[in-house]
């Protein structure tokens, strides 16, 4: 009994409380390592969250702000070549897919006021500059398109009285309308007279005036924007991070019939809540799209040239399945049956009631049969016609993108209108266009690179290293404790020469060999 105690004082002497002190320094190292394993990546993550938010005169706002980037939108446009058969003897369109026609973007969010609960509030500015090296063709090309205005006008008035039609086609037989017009590449995009729209312009009652007497598939749009939109800068909620709260101070479209299709709750394609799974969906909105398109998980990629990784997001398959094959379509019909078929999203209602559908490029995911219907158009290659962006997904910021649509016109045939008596029902491509962003420059991608690819390996190596030093240390400690226990045991067993523990203190510093 007595040995043991004085065996523990001995383990407690000064010498021997190093060892244990070694101890709880190596316990210290593994728990350490445990918690480093456990919640490392919550602080990186906590960290990502506290960079990405948009606050004034931060990194990521001033790259929000003005992309140092250079988006280009390439245009294919669909030239009729048989336009006079097509009308008098019925031949099937042919059409010639020229192009493509490049424009280089410049993005800049301009007017950008910041509110007190975590929004802020902008106008976009895009600007166009044709691009001639990488064109094949120039804007002052000629194509033959389908006269949009006309067979808006002409598809619509179906349903009206027939007086109104044949008051329809005097007026333009008098203005020399037909249902085909030769245009400039340059005047089909940024728009050229139109003199049906200038006369409703004139007589039409101001409610139901059209905004524009000019028209053109992208008219209007280089430069500022005079929508307000407001996003969500991250700084109140991060899980809404870049998602826009209102745009104009609608928070809602007013065109469906449930607020899970009117929602405006997505990105406008830049920046993304951060820190998605491939269970994500992530949802982008534009005016011309009129809706948010959902985007699912493709793949695991890695962004081109800078080698960081990423996820490749698409629209799901059935986006513009038809109702019967995708129920939850049925909001966008909301004037009930009959609905858009399969593979077109009808955006008649923000477009002045124009009968556009937009579909992705050479009809892809619609049946062939719209595609047949028109000679010229090879099958499509979701190679070449899908849509998809790439997003980084801890921080959420868009790396690459082509956003792909086609432009079609829904025309119906309307027999009392001599000029389109022959115009049958079809759904006519029009052009499609790609919007892309090649990859992300070097300045913005090298942050991204180290905020994505050393944590990992950051976490794995401290974990193990500290994992190594602790193990290390204890084994050293207890051999230390067992080996000078045993020691000092021994040396308690030597009758007659345990001395009062001040003398014992000094004992084993003589015993044992110095480390
Ligand atoms: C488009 O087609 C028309 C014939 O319909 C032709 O005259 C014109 O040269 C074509 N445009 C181009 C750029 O090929
Ligand atoms: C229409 O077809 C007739 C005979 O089939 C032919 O003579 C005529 O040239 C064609 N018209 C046009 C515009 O091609
Ligand atoms: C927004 O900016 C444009 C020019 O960049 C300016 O003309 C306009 O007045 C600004 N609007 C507001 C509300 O500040
Ligand atoms: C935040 O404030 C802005 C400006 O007052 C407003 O437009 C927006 O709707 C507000 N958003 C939320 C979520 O309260
Ligand atoms: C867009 O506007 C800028 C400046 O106003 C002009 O230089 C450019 O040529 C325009 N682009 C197109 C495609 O019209
Ligand atoms: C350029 O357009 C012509 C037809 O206009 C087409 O034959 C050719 O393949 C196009 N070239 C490229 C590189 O797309
Ligand atoms: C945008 O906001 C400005 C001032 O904040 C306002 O004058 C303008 O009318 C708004 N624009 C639209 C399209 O609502
Ligand atoms: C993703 O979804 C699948 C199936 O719905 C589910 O089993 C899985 O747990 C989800 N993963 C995450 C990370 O939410
Ligand atoms: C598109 O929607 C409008 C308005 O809801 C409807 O009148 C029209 O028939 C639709 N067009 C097609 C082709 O479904």
């Given at each position: 009994m007595k040995g043991r105690e004085k065996l523990c004082a001995k383990l407690s002497s000064a010498f021997l409380r190093k060892w244990w002190f070694v101890i709880a320094i190596s316990l210290g190292c593994l728990l350490f390592g445990i918690i480093v394993a456990v919640f490392f990546n919550s602080w990186v993550n906590l960290v990502i969250n506290s960079q990405i938010k948009l606050k004034e005169g931060s990194q990521t706002f001033k790259w929000w702000s003005k992309p140092p980037v250079e988006p280009k939108i390439k245009v294919y446009i669909y030239n009729v070549t048989n336009a006079d058969e097509f009308l008098n003897n019925g031949s099937k369109p042919i059409v010639d897919e020229l192009g493509p026609y490049v424009y280089i973007e410049k993005w800049e969010r301009k007017n950008v006021t910041f509110h007190d609960n975590g929004t802020l509030t902008f106008n976009l500015q895009k600007m166009y500059r044709f691009d001639a090296t990488t064109s094949n063709g120039s804007q002052e090309d000629l194509v033959v398109v389908p006269n949009i205005p006309m067979l808006s006008a002409t598809s619509q008035s179906k349903h009206a009285a027939r007086f109104l039609r044949l008051a329809m086609a005097s007026i333009m037989d008098i203005l020399k309308i037909k249902p085909f017009v030769e245009v400039s590449v340059g005047q089909l995009l940024w728009g050229y007279e139109d003199p049906l729209l200038k006369l409703a312009k004139d007589v039409v009652p101001k409610e139901q005036k059209l905004p524009y007497e000019e028209f053109g598939l992208l008219y209007k749009k280089n430069g500022t924007s005079e929508d307000n939109i407001t996003v969500n800068?991250?700084?109140?909620d991060i899980t809404k991070y870049g998602l826009i709260d209102n745009v104009n101070g609608i928070k809602k479209l007013p065109h469906y019939a449930t607020d899970q299709c009117n929602s405006?709750?997505?990105?406008?394609?830049?920046i993304f809540p951060p820190h998605m799974t491939k269970n994500t969906t992530v949802y982008i909105f534009d005016k011309d799209l009129c809706r948010r398109l959902p985007l699912v998980f493709q793949k695991e990629v890695l962004s081109s040239s800078n080698e960081v990784p990423a996820f490749r997001f698409s629209p799901p398959k059935n986006v513009f399945a038809s109702v019967e094959e995708n129920p939850d379509n049925a909001c966008f019909c909301p004037q009930g049956p009959p609905c858009t078929p399969s593979g077109f999203f009808n955006v008649s209602l923000c477009q002045y009631d124009s009968p556009i559908l937009l579909s992705f490029p050479h009809f892809y995911l619609a049946d062939d049969k719209y595609r047949t219907a028109v000679e010229g158009i090879s099958p499509p290659d979701p190679e070449k016609h899908t849509f998809y962006m790439d997003i980084q997904p801890e921080m959420g910021s868009a790396m690459s993108a082509r956003a792909r649509i086609q432009i079609n016109l829904a025309v119906s045939q309307v027999v009392d209108i001599k000029q389109v008596a022959t115009f049958p029902d079809i759904v006519f491509p029009i052009m499609w266009f790609e919007e892309g962003l090649e990859s992300l420059p070097p300045e913005m991608t090298g942050l991204m690179k180290l905020a994505t690819t050393v944590p990992p390996i950051a976490r794995i190596v401290i974990t193990i290293v500290l994992f190594f030093i602790g193990a290390i240390l204890l084994i050293i400690a207890i051999w230390r404790l067992v080996r000078g226990a045993n020691r000092l045991s021994s040396l308690h067993l030597a009758p007659g020469h345990v001395g009062p523990p001040n003398k014992t203190k000094d004992l084993p510093m003589a015993n044992v060999p110095k480390y």
């Amino acid at each position: 009994m007595k040995g043991r105690e004085k065996l523990c004082a001995k383990l407690s002497s000064a010498f021997l409380r190093k060892w244990w002190f070694v101890i709880a320094i190596s316990l210290g190292c593994l728990l350490f390592g445990i918690i480093v394993a456990v919640f490392f990546n919550s602080w990186v993550n906590l960290v990502i969250n506290s960079q990405i938010k948009l606050k004034e005169g931060s990194q990521t706002f001033k790259w929000w702000s003005k992309p140092p980037v250079e988006p280009k939108i390439k245009v294919y446009i669909y030239n009729v070549t048989n336009a006079d058969e097509f009308l008098n003897n019925g031949s099937k369109p042919i059409v010639d897919e020229l192009g493509p026609y490049v424009y280089i973007e410049k993005w800049e969010r301009k007017n950008v006021t910041f509110h007190d609960n975590g929004t802020l509030t902008f106008n976009l500015q895009k600007m166009y500059r044709f691009d001639a090296t990488t064109s094949n063709g120039s804007q002052e090309d000629l194509v033959v398109v389908p006269n949009i205005p006309m067979l808006s006008a002409t598809s619509q008035s179906k349903h009206a009285a027939r007086f109104l039609r044949l008051a329809m086609a005097s007026i333009m037989d008098i203005l020399k309308i037909k249902p085909f017009v030769e245009v400039s590449v340059g005047q089909l995009l940024w728009g050229y007279e139109d003199p049906l729209l200038k006369l409703a312009k004139d007589v039409v009652p101001k409610e139901q005036k059209l905004p524009y007497e000019e028209f053109g598939l992208l008219y209007k749009k280089n430069g500022t924007s005079e929508d307000n939109i407001t996003v969500n800068t991250g700084v109140e909620d991060i899980t809404k991070y870049g998602l826009i709260d209102n745009v104009n101070g609608i928070k809602k479209l007013p065109h469906y019939a449930t607020d899970q299709c009117n929602s405006l709750e997505a990105s406008d394609g830049s920046i993304f809540p951060p820190h998605m799974t491939k269970n994500t969906t992530v949802y982008i909105f534009d005016k011309d799209l009129c809706r948010r398109l959902p985007l699912v998980f493709q793949k695991e990629v890695l962004s081109s040239s800078n080698e960081v990784p990423a996820f490749r997001f698409s629209p799901p398959k059935n986006v513009f399945a038809s109702v019967e094959e995708n129920p939850d379509n049925a909001c966008f019909c909301p004037q009930g049956p009959p609905c858009t078929p399969s593979g077109f999203f009808n955006v008649s209602l923000c477009q002045y009631d124009s009968p556009i559908l937009l579909s992705f490029p050479h009809f892809y995911l619609a049946d062939d049969k719209y595609r047949t219907a028109v000679e010229g158009i090879s099958p499509p290659d979701p190679e070449k016609h899908t849509f998809y962006m790439d997003i980084q997904p801890e921080m959420g910021s868009a790396m690459s993108a082509r956003a792909r649509i086609q432009i079609n016109l829904a025309v119906s045939q309307v027999v009392d209108i001599k000029q389109v008596a022959t115009f049958p029902d079809i759904v006519f491509p029009i052009m499609w266009f790609e919007e892309g962003l090649e990859s992300l420059p070097p300045e913005m991608t090298g942050l991204m690179k180290l905020a994505t690819t050393v944590p990992p390996i950051a976490r794995i190596v401290i974990t193990i290293v500290l994992f190594f030093i602790g193990a290390i240390l204890l084994i050293i400690a207890i051999w230390r404790l067992v080996r000078g226990a045993n020691r000092l045991s021994s040396l308690h067993l030597a009758p007659g020469h345990v001395g009062p523990p001040n003398k014992t203190k000094d004992l084993p510093m003589a015993n044992v060999p110095k480390y």
